[in-house]
């Protein structure tokens, strides 16, 4: 009810009593904007002709908060709101830090080059289906789980994401998609139950889900709460989200059934989600859990590059290959989260922006392929380099990066996590990247040999001039993708520091921790 | 199902439910009820009246797409958290105003807004749902 003057009640003692100021709401924009667009799109669904350009715009003003944030939070450190007023850890809080923010801005970016790609890919079925809603309240769900500072918060996002990556996974219902589906769904909810039982256990050892509170009485509950359980079992569900072998499965069998927008969005976003959340619960909530996890993580590392990298070798569907690529990603991700030194997670940081991007990126080359070459298996496509110089000079480029060769963004993070790894001692983790690294040479090499090389086996270009005029709008979309990918490749310096400042964020969490409570622990 | 009794009974079945609804609703702040529980109310209310008397007219009587009105409720509970904005308090502060309406003081808020906007999420997502499965048991 409402609080009247004659009631003496201090207010200090149980909520936010200083003004927030309007700046502070970049916090919640990232969030809020996509929930308010993909509303708007919902009530005006028929009315297709609108959707493109106002999801377009809607993921721009996105953007921009995500650009302000990042902006504020490299210049004042972590920025907290707590919703509703309520003081934390009863309120619950957004908790903005380098690591959150800059994957938020990635995540942003690339979903806005999606919905850019969308306006040629998704027909006007597909958008009375709902592609535009749900892509924008997947960015919703992707963004909250960046930037969220409460654990039970952080399922809830999961689920907000999980339940639009369905709607955009289905979109058609053909029945290949529905079996696709069926696998990324039932694996999605025993990951998102795990996950939930292990919040359960947690709140019921330590009463709280407050991130920042949790790490503050972690220590004192090492003795009698069962947290290398809840630990182990967190490392279960997001390391089943991420992908991370033997749990990868579920992405190679799904991830080829949708449109090739939603694959890209899937391959570059959703995977990293589970990448932050092992990041921030594992160097934050339990960082001395994690050093016990640590040889595990490892092994899981290794075996998610390589073995991952062997399944793209064997296959010759296209979009499988680079279900394959994006599975050997997240090993070499990994690898920074088990060595947990400074360095090694500003190579983790620094390899998931390059990983949202690239495989995003080879997931729309692909769509592009199949536009002009009509297949997607390499038993099939042959010729493009011929018919599409520029598509393959594209290629060529993506390439590059996948396998982490220079010029590209892909160099960076391997050269950091193998610089790393050496200084841990742990050589084999070294070895494992750089095999990975070839492994994954070889595995596009041999997409770019018989897809682009190889001639045609009826000679003759088959593809006239119409097919490429229609591919230059993809064209324009993925060197959009590849700008950022170059610069960071060419001029890795203020990237690389925003990954060292990320993870100096999680090596040392105090700053994240005062901006919740900026009175101690406690208070 | 297509009784003469039910189909004759169903639509004041219906209209009492979706005015029981709304009442579950307003009532919700202080007692038990609200958005969520009230918007389940109204659905089985569409969901009866369409076994009763066909999809089609729970459709026309509806006017809006059920998915429409999942949407505006979204669209009514974040826009119900923007109202802090003006007020410099954190995002989804519930806000409070008592203004003398015909003599009767009402008490407006932005919970009850963000309250009426679950309520439209649960009507018209539930509803979809029910609709559809009701569509395809006469394929």
């Known amino acids: 009810m409402a609080v009247s003057s004659a009631n003496t009640v201090d207010l200090g003692a149980a909520m936010v009593t200083a003004p927030t100021a309007l700046a502070d709401w970049v916090v919640i924009l990232p969030v809020a904007l996509p929930i308010l667009g993909g509303a708007i799109l919902l009530m005006v669904r028929h009315q297709v002709r609108l959707h493109a350009w106002m999801a377009v715009v809607v993921a721009a003003a996105t953007l921009a908060a995500t650009t302000a944030l990042l902006v504020r939070v490299i210049a004042e450190g972590a920025l907290v709101m707590t919703m509703g007023r309520w003081l934390p850890p009863f309120g619950i809080s957004f908790n903005a830090d380098a690591l959150g923010a800059t994957f938020a801005l990635t995540a942003t970016f690339v979903t806005l080059v999606g919905a850019l790609f969308a306006i040629r890919d998704i027909d006007a079925t597909g958008r009375r289906y709902g592609f535009y809603p749900f892509l924008l309240l997947m960015l919703a769900g992707v963004n909250g789980s960046f930037l969220t500072g409460d654990l039970f918060n952080l399922y809830v996002w999961f689920e907000v994401f999980v339940i639009s990556s369905f709607g955009l996974l289905v979109l058609g219902s053909e029945q290949r998609q529905i079996d696709g589906a069926s696998k990324y769904a039932v694996l999605n909810l025993v990951a998102t139950t795990v996950f939930l039982i292990a919040t359960g256990a947690l709140y019921g050892t330590l009463g709280t889900l407050n991130m920042a509170d949790i790490a503050n009485k972690v220590g004192a509950a090492r003795e009698t709460g069962p947290l290398m359980t809840i630990a182990t079992l967190l490392l279960l569900a997001f390391g089943m989200k991420a992908a991370a072998f033997p749990l990868n499965f579920w992405l190679p069998a799904s991830y080829h059934t949708p449109r090739i927008v939603t694959s890209a969005l899937f391959g570059g976003l959703l995977t990293k989600v589970g990448i932050y959340a092992l990041l921030r619960s594992m160097m934050v909530l339990f960082p001395l859990e994690r050093v016990v996890l640590s040889d595990l993580i490892a092994w899981v590392a290794g075996a998610t590059m390589v073995l991952g990298i062997m399944g793209a070798l064997a296959q010759s569907d296209l979009r499988r290959i680079v279900g394959f690529v994006v599975v050997s990603g997240i090993g070499v991700m990994l690898a920074g989260l088990a060595l947990g030194s400074p360095l090694g997670l500003a190579g983790t940081v620094l390899y998931a922006v390059h990983s949202i991007l690239i495989m995003t990126a080879l997931y729309l080359l692909v769509g592009l392929m199949y536009e002009a070459g009509g297949s997607y298996s390499l038993h099939d496509i042959a010729g493009l380099y011929r018919a599409h110089p520029l598509l393959a000079a594209i290629a060529f480029a993506l390439v590059l990066a996948a396998a982490g060769l220079p010029p590209l963004s892909g160099l960076w993070p391997k050269v950091v996590l193998v610089k790393a790894s050496l200084d841990a001692g742990m050589w084999w983790l070294a070895i494992a990247i750089l095999v990975s690294g070839i492994l994954t040479t070889i595995a596009l090499a041999r997409v770019f040999a018989l897809a682009f090389w190889r001639d045609r086996p009826d000679a003759g270009p088959a593809a006239g001039d119409g097919a490429a005029a229609q591919l230059g709008g993809g064209y324009a979309i993925l060197a959009g993708l590849l700008v950022p990918a170059i610069w960071i490749g060419i001029y890795p310096e203020p990237v690389l520091q925003l990954a060292q400042l990320a993870a100096a964020g999680l090596s040392d969490p105090s700053a994240y921790l005062e901006a919740v409570f900026p009175l101690g622990p406690g208070s | ?139």
């Open chain 2, 1 to 139: 199902m297509r009784t003469v009794i039910f189909r004759t009974s169903a639509p004041y079945l219906t209209s009492l439910m979706v005015l029981f609804s709304v009442f579950v609703l307003l009532r919700g702040h202080n007692e038990p009820g609200g958005g969520f529980i009230g918007g389940l109310i109204a659905a089985s209310a569409f969901a009866i009246y369409g076994i009763a008397c066909g999809v089609s007219p729970v459709r026309r009587a509806l006017y809006f797409h059920p998915m429409a009105l999942s949407g505006f409720g979204l669209f009514l509970a974040a826009l119900s958290g923007f109202a802090s904005l003006f007020f410099g308090v954190p995002f989804l502060t519930g806000l409070w105003t008592s203004p003398e309406i015909l003599g009767v003081t009402v008490d407006l808020s932005t919970v009850l807004f963000f309250d009426i906007g679950v309520y439209f999420v649960v009507v018209g997502s539930v509803t979809s749902i029910a609709l559809a499965l009701e569509e395809r048991e006469r394929l």
